[in-house]
T-cell receptor, first 117, second 112 residues
Framework: ETGVTQTPRHLVMGMTNKKSLKCEQH?????MYWYKQSAKKPLELMFV???????ENNSVPSRFSPECPNSSHLFLHLHTLQPEDSALYLC????????????????FGPGTRLTVL | AQSVAQPEDQVNVAEGNPLTVKCTYS??????LFWYVQYPNRGLQFLLK??????LVKGSYGFEAEFNKSQTSFHLKKPSALVSDSALYFC??????????FGKGTHLIIQP
């Protein structure tokens, strides 16, 4: 479980705050992902970074801004959030292509529990 | 577009009995299918995947899944359930540059 780490584990913020979530992977992978897990919806893909380039933005509001400075680190910058953005934010990493062909297995961090007041 | 359905919100099984958690999928192209488990306040843990080859896939903690192309299903199974198997289970499809599409999850409750 230490292959993908996320900080902080818990975050409470007001709607006018700016904060950032951090993810680091120690698995030598070349792709990283942000997912949102909320109580009333299935896990939703937010962003995909493939070799540090963003390849997927799943219609995410601009108040969420991702950054991938290198293949081991991924950030999610938050500003002017709404209470409905409260959720568990999960980071994952993988090889884009696995050893047996097809997509590599995604390994997940423990998540950041975000509460927006 | 692809989708994953887990028709049961909750599955209850007595300890020692076999368990099945159902998953059906709809994808265009080759189906790449995964099962993950989530314990309270934890991230998702990978259990097993189907990429190609044998329809019966074996994974972690004694779990296995059967890929059935004609029924577009990928049900998770275990011959003998343990109380410690109680958790939230997710089926997913896709991956790679497109990310994963998840089902809504199934709560598995193993009763002593």
């Amino acid at each position: 479980e230490t292959g993908v780490t996320q900080t902080p584990r818990h975050l409470v913020m007001g709607m006018t705050n700016k904060k950032s979530l951090k993810c680091e992977q120690h698995l030598g992978h070349n792709a990283m992902y942000w997912y949102k897990q909320s109580a009333k919806k299935p896990l939703e893909l937010m962003f995909v970074y493939n070799f540090k380039e963003q390849t997927e933005n799943n219609s995410v509001p601009s108040r969420f801004s991702p950054e991938c400075p290198n293949s081991s680190h991924l950030f999610l910058h938050l500003h002017t959030l709404q209470p409905e953005d409260s959720a568990l934010y999960l980071c994952a990493s993988s090889q884009v292509v696995g050893l047996a062909g097809g997509p590599g297995t995604q390994y997940f961090g423990p998540g950041t529990r975000l509460t927006v007041l | 577009a692809q989708s994953v359905a887990q028709p049961e919100d909750q599955v209850n099984v007595a300890e020692g009995n076999p368990l099945t958690v159902k998953c059906t999928y709809s994808v265009s192209g080759n189906p790449y299918l995964f099962w993950y488990v989530q314990y309270p306040n934890r991230g998702l843990q990978f259990l097993l995947k189907y990429i190609t080859g044998d329809n019966l896939v074996k994974g972690s903690y004694g779990f296995e899944a059967e890929f059935n192309k004609s029924q577009t299903s990928f049900h998770l199974k275990k011959p003998s359930a343990l109380v410690s198997d109680s958790a939230l289970y997710f089926c997913a499809a896709g991956g790679g540059a497109d990310g994963l599409t998840f089902g809504k999850g199934t709560h598995l409750i193993i009763q002593p």
